[in-house]
RNA sequence: CGGGGCGUGGCGCAGCCUGGUAGCGCACUUGCAUGGGGUGCAAGGGGUCGCUGGUUCGAGUCCAGUCGCCCCGACCA
């Protein structure tokens, strides 16, 4: 294809806003052009870098089972309101009013309306299991949208949903569509790593996510330096070593009450009774659906809220106001301790290991020093709190290390989350109903490709691995005219008829500007044919990753890209 | 939703404090030179200064409102 032909606006500068290189670089390389916040228009060379990575999608999915079908992106607000998502989704559902004021949304996911169309249409078990995807554009109105592709508002969106007789199959489907999105991310050549992800309140689920390791990543994950385990640090357990617990339960009543006058944060109480953060607890108290709670954890860890849900059993909790810990507790936040109260308290595993800590004496400007386990009762030991590097596994007692990720897929057994309110049932063998079992899987296909930027560049521009690549090789001749030009228009001819995509540089620029624009652009390899050359007979062909150039006999070119196309496992 | 910042030619910015002819770099057009890493010289074109209102003889500049965009935060005591 010719370059002159091509809508590739190369930017010499950044826009000012552009805070990640993915983001930066597909602005500047001419792939994307931002219409409104979130809102993107994909250019020639991005579009064909997301046909690719949907291709290997439709691939690996098709050969799995999955079959592709397309469903409505506008659904009528009927639907949502069926499974509760209209009023539970939130300002991030865009909502609005055809001309007779009936409500409608644009889709931002779709189970509700690939559940509509399964529960018509199929009846029995003999009609299962089916699985379904599309690759659509979405609509999400995230509150803060930014870098670019990889948090946009709109973006297009590889989602599955397979529909099963029983748990049983329907964690196999799970296990294939794990193991194809494992084939799918390997052959988009990215380094990334699944990892268990929050499952929220369904029971019994089973979530993973694909994370491409990267350090502008928005999620934190631990995984695991002896065994595979890998978790979002939400989701990650951590194993409570029983070496670490101490008897302190038997110690009782040790402790005093020091003044801490408008102290209240850990680092402001800690320097005042010359104490760690490690001595210190803090005494969180939540309000959830079954009253008031404490959960409790060290001072320099963080309290995960669905773990507190999890340990608590309760179906939705958050931070009490601080009217509501006045009112319950008799103490300003700040100076909340769990001697005395009334209320439920969860505690870490981290606080069995700790003794004569520091807590809040429930009175204003007051804090209790010397308290052990003795002085106050807990109503369960938990693990409450979000993993960090040090942390031991909990399969194998490995130690974490933390990593930055970007999740560009996740896989979700549902269970009959959908399907039970939604009525989408089917007839077994014993003549009986039963809700179908539901897996969904995603796959963010712009994200794939801002993932692979931030995983794949140099200060120069973008460098694609070759299978997601707009082109497999770009030919920069160093003339518009004479031998050289017809050496390279002949040469593009050939790579095409072997089906190597080429890109041949024919604007009228200077050397320099090509030779810039190719770097920027990120096509993996580069023939470049002058004169010189070929007056020697040889053009040079430079690997844009290494930064290698090599001198080629002009005939053995198109045998060298055939040989790297099978080296990279293409076709 | 809270806090901060920014809206001046396609992009990046200066000018605003202290009101008085709207500027710079890149990009674009034309000509000449150049022709292997964003080349040089010369001549050009292009801006309701986000919008609305106010103050003033006079507003890009001061004031108020409004819209848009960006950043940080959203209660872990």
């Keep these: 294809m010719k370059y002159s032909e091509l809508l590739i606006p190369t930017l010499r500068e950044a826009p000012a806003d552009a805070e990640v290189v993915s983001h930066q670089l597909m602005l500047r390389a001419g792939y994307i052009r931002k219409l409104a916040s979130g809102v993107y228009s994909y250019l ?45 989704y939130g300002p991030e559902l865009l909502r609005f009013k055809d001309r007779h004021e009936r409500e409608f949304c644009i889709g931002p996911t779709h189970e509700e309306a690939i559940t509509d169309l399964i529960r018509h249409e199929i009846k029995s078990y003999r009609d299962l299991p089916k699985n379904c995807f599309q690759i659509q554009t979405k609509f999400r109105d995230e509150v803060r949208p930014r870098f670019g592709l990889m948090r946009g508002r709109e973006f297009i969106m590889k989602d599955g949903y397979s529909f099963d007789r029983d748990e049983e199959n329907a964690l196999k489907t799970y296990e294939l569509m794990y193991d194809a999105y494992k084939r799918i991310f390997t052959r988009c050549g990215l380094a990334f790593r699944p990892v268990e992800a929050m499952t929220g309140a369904i029971g019994g689920s089973r979530s993973h996510e694909f994370q491409v390791l990267a350090d502008s990543g928005e999620d934190a994950i631990v995984a695991c330096d002896q065994c595979e385990y890998a978790a979002n ?87 009490a106001h601080e009217d509501a810990v006045l009112k319950t507790i008799g103490a300003p936040v700040g100076y909340v301790g769990p001697i005395g109260v009334t209320i439920p308290v969860y505690a870490d595993h981290a606080l069995l290991a700790m003794e004569n800590f520091l807590v809040g004496a429930n009175e204003k400007d007051m804090h209790l020093v010397d308290v052990n386990l003795g002085d106050f009762n807990v109503t369960q030991f938990s693990d409450l709190r979000r993993a960090v590097a040090g942390d031991a596994c909990p399969r194998c007692g490995g130690k974490y290390s933390e990593h930055r990720g970007i999740e560009v897929g996740q896989v979700f057994y549902l269970g009959t989350k959908y399907s039970e309110p939604m009525g989408a049932h089917f007839t077994d063998e014993a003549g009986k109903d ?138």
């Design 44 to 88: 020639p060379l991005c579009l064909r870098v997301i046909r690719k990575i949907e291709k290997i999608v439709r691939e690996e999915m098709e050969s799995s089972g999955a079959h592709e079908l397309l469903l409505p992106i506008v659904m009528p607000a009927e639907l949502w309101t069926e499974s509760g998502r209209w009023d539970r």
């Design 233 to 319: 640090v939400e989701k990650a357990e951590i194993q409570s070593s029983s070496d670490d617990v101490h008897q302190t339960s038997a110690i009782k009543g040790k402790f005093r009450k020091v003044p801490t006058p408008g102290k209240k944060t850990a680092d402001e109480v800690g320097p005042v009774v010359r104490l760690l953060p490690q001595q210190i607890t803090k005494t969180l108290v939540f309000e959830t659906d079954k009253g008031l709670m404490i959960g409790m954890v060290r001072a320099d860890h963080q309290l995960v809220e669905e773990k507190f849900k999890q340990a608590t059993g309760v179906e939705w909790c958050h931070l």
């Design 434 to 571: 039963q809700p179908m079992v539901m897996g969904c899987y995603g796959i963010g296909i712009g994200r794939t490709a801002a993932a692979a930027i931030e995983q794949n560049h140099d200060d120069r521009g973008i460098i694609w691995p070759m299978p997601i690549a707009p082109f497999h090789v770009e030919i920069i001749p160093l003339a518009r005219d004479g031998e050289v030009f017809e050496v390279a228009t002949k040469l593009a001819a050939e790579c095409e008829d072997s089906n190597i995509e080429v890109l041949i540089d024919d604007r009228d620029v200077r050397a320099g500007v090509k030779f810039n624009d190719a770097e920027l652009i990120g096509i993996p390899y580069q023939i470049v044919i002058g004169m010189k050359g070929l007056q020697e007979g040889v053009v040079e062909f430079k690997d844009r990753r290494t930064g290698m150039t090599e001198k080629i006999k002009r005939d053995d070119v198109l045998a060298r890209m055939l040989t790297i196309f099978h080296q990279e496992g293409m076709s």
